[in-house]
């Protein structure tokens, strides 16, 4: 499985497979919506002290981003580890920056 870095897509390992995540503008209006933020302003401040239920919405968006649609769905059954978790999304915020 390979990232389309221009697109800012990344492959990290979630629950022993490759998974591809990617921060899209509906990944970014499914955050906001998730954490109940009213635009992007606090997502940075939000980002840096999340709890594990913003963690899943958050990788949740960010895997559907990346057309991982199915493990999205079932992330709370999928037996992801939560450092693999906060390392999938740090990997994914850091590839859209660029």
Known sequence: ?????????????????????CLTLGALAEIEAGLGLEGLSGLAERMRALAARDLTVVLAALLRGGG????????????????????????AFAAAAG
């Open 1 to 21: 499985m390979t990232a389309n870095g221009a697109r800012g897509e990344v492959v990290v390992v979630l629950a022993g497979a490759g998974r591809r995540l």
């Open 68 to 91: 991982e649609r199915a493990l999205a769905d079932e992330l709370d059954r999928s037996g992801v580890d939560p450092r693999e978790a906060a390392e999938a999304v740090a990997k």
